[in-house]
């Protein structure tokens, strides 16, 4: 019961990272794609720099909530698990 929990964290951990460079493959194909329009159809303004900002935070977010804030959630399962143990021998 133990290994299906670990299991099923690990899977979700792989999933959130795929999905995270799924993210980030798309910001920079249709960032890529806003650059060539607007460099193609200049009239001398840049618009496609507009975007990116926003999204870019958004895209950031998205890292740290896969990369950083997921990895605390299982340090505290980790020290909640060793403290459940430890507490059962008082």
């Keep these: 019961m133990k290994n299906d929990k670990k299991y099923e964290q690990a899977r979700k951990r792989v ?3 795929i999905g995270f460079f799924i993210h980030l493959i798309i910001y ?3 960032n890529g794609l806003l650059i060539s ?3 193609i159809q200049s009239n001398g303004t ?3 720099a507009w975007p990116m900002p926003g999204w870019g935070i958004g895209l950031f977010c998205h890292g740290l909530g896969v990369f950083v804030i997921s990895g605390f959630s299982e ?4 020290m909640i698990q060793n403290g459940l143990t ?3 021998y008082r």
Excluded at 75 to 78: F, K, S
């Design 46 to 48: 840049i618009w496609s």
């Design 15 to 17: 999933k959130a990272k």
């Design 28 to 30: 920079v194909l249709v």
């Design 37 to 39: 329009i607007n460099l």
């Design 75 to 78: 340090i505290t399962e980790q």
């Design 86 to 88: 430890k507490n059962s």
